[in-house]
């Protein structure tokens, strides 16, 4: 049996993942040249897909020269971490990042935005160090309006405050993301909690209408919490796609409100043109499998079955399989 379209867009869009510049582009090729040549059909829209990829990681190689604190988006958030310099910003990434991050880059002087990819809740979620914010950024200073900019395009952020540190070391930073009218979803971090006095991390949640979380780079307990504070963060649902009676292992993430519509639109463009409706198991569903529209909207955490002319039969026949 052939993979599933749905499943190789998958396979191919974990090859891409991490890649860019030259490197992508010769994974594009690769996956360009393992792919059946069909004039039509979902294997040419995959064909058209990469292509497409291909010519923007060119333009954005072209780009990035030209600005080099861009950085491009991958996974389904973008949040970044903030804060004065020695906090543990660094450290916090390393911590949290799916791949060693080498040293050699990515010292303790860090002065670009750098990209980490994390997994939250079975998400890719791409985290981005903006490096030492400090007072005066907005002039530009230490390339401070070029940070704000990378800052802007965040879905959120996450404000780091070394938990002995003075508070006022925070409202710097603060005073700085709000005169640079910066308003993203926020937590603080109450970073290198395994050295903060008695009471440090409580006096910090009694001076901020903020959520706080304390984390130590030492204590992989916290740094868990840290990461389901990270999920709760993004403001995503994941939704586990069920087809011919299995459930993907790995969720999609969609921006609330998500329905069903959109959960097709994620998988491919032609799937949400051919939708008819969806199964659903879940808090969105009043009960196990409740048929449902292509508006229905759904919640964290569903098993949807989205149902296409052509889609999987369940449990039938196996023949009758078809990509989706
Ligand atoms: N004890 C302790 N030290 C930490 C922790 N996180 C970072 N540090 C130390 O704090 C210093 C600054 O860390 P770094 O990650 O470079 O901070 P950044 O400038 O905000 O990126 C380094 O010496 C780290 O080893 C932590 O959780 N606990
Ligand atoms: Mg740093």
């Not at 804060?83 to 303790?108: E, W």
Request: aromatic share 4%; charged share 25%; glycine share 8%.
């Amino acid at each position: 049996m052939p993979m599933p379209h749905r499943t190789q867009m998958q396979v191919i869009k974990r090859r891409l993942v991490g890649k860019d510049g030259a490197e992508r582009v010769r994974e594009l090729r690769a996956i360009l040249a393992e792919l059946p040549n069909y004039k039509s059909g979902p294997y040419a829209d995959i064909r058209k897909w990469l292509n497409a990829e291909l010519a923007a990681t060119r333009t954005r190689a072209r780009v990035v020269h030209r600005d080099s604190l861009a950085v491009r988006r991958e996974g389904a958030a973008q949040i970044a971490l903030v804060g004065a310099p020695n906090v543990g910003k660094s450290s916090l990434l390393q911590a949290l990042s799916q791949v060693q991050i080498k040293t050699g880059d990515y010292a303790f002087t860090t002065t670009r935005p750098a990209p980490a990819l994390t997994r939250v809740e079975g998400v890719l979620v791409q985290l981005v160090e903006i490096p030492g914010l400090i007072a005066g950024a907005r002039a530009g200073r230490g390339g401070g309006r070029a940070l704000l900019s990378v800052l802007r395009g965040a879905d959120a952020m996450v404000l780091c405050h070394d938990a002995s540190a003075p508070f006022a070391e925070l409202e710097t930073v603060r005073a700085e993301l709000a005169a640079a009218s910066i308003s993203l979803r926020t937590i603080v971090a109450a970073t290198r909690a395994d050295e903060a006095p008695a009471g440090a991390v409580d006096r910090l949640r009694a001076a901020l209408e903020l959520e706080v979380v304390p984390v130590s780079v030492l204590d992989d307990a916290s740094i868990e919490a840290f990461r389901a504070a990270l999920w709760r963060l993004t403001g995503l649902v994941r939704v586990f796609l069920r087809s011919g009676g299995e459930i993907d292992r790995e969720p999609i993430a969609l921006r609330p409100p998500a329905t069903a519509a959109d959960a097709a639109r994620a998988v491919h463009g032609d799937l949400a043109r051919r939708l008819r409706g969806a199964r659903v198991w879940g808090a969105s569903a009043r009960f196990d499998g409740q048929r449902v529209g292509a508006a229905h909207e759904l919640c964290d955490g569903d098993v949807v079955e989205l149902l296409a002319p052509g889609a999987p039969s369940g449990r039938g026949d196996p023949s009758a399989r078809r990509p989706w």
